[in-house]
């Protein structure tokens, strides 16, 4: 059975850091493109980070970058965010996801309909 998995979420201060991994299970990543998205209550999924299936050419919205940094460690089937200098708006579910590997390999989408595996979700709270 295909599945993500993520985990690295918690409460955390305001300039604090996080490192959310996304681990795969039934398929392996580097075939895939991978995001990053959150969702927060009230607010529609957001695209915050995709890193593509060759090269590791990687994006990132605007309010986090040079905060966030996404990375994939393919020995261990694992993608990383890694999440510095965090702000109370940073606060929602965040979710890893994996396109179907026959896309593009040097381009990932910010958009959660490029996507067709999907985890379950990590919480990630930030207090001011």
């Known amino acids: 059975q295909l599945q993500l998995v993520e985990s690295g979420g918690g409460l955390v201060q305001s300039g604090g850091s996080l490192r959310l991994s996304c681990v795969a299970s039934?398929?392996?990543?580097?075939?895939?493109?991978i995001g990053w998205f959150r969702q927060a209550p009230g607010k529609e999924r957001e695209g915050v980070s995709c890193?593509?299936?060759?090269?590791?050419?990687?994006k990132y919205v605007d309010s986090v970058k040079g905060r966030f940094f996404i990375s994939r460690d393919n020995a261990k089937n694992t993608v990383f965010l890694q999440m510095n200098s965090l702000k109370p708006e940073d606060k929602a579910v965040y979710y890893c996801?994996?396109?179907?590997?026959?896309?593009?390999?040097?381009?990932?989408?910010?958009?959660?309909?490029?996507?067709?595996?999907w985890g379950q979700g990590t919480q990630v709270t930030v207090s001011s």
């Open positions: 890193i593509s299936r060759r090269v590791n050419i990687t």
């Open positions: 039934g398929f392996t990543l580097d075939n895939s493109a």
């Open positions: 996801a994996a396109d179907s590997g026959y896309g593009p390999g040097l381009w990932c989408g910010m958009g959660p309909s490029v996507y067709k595996y």
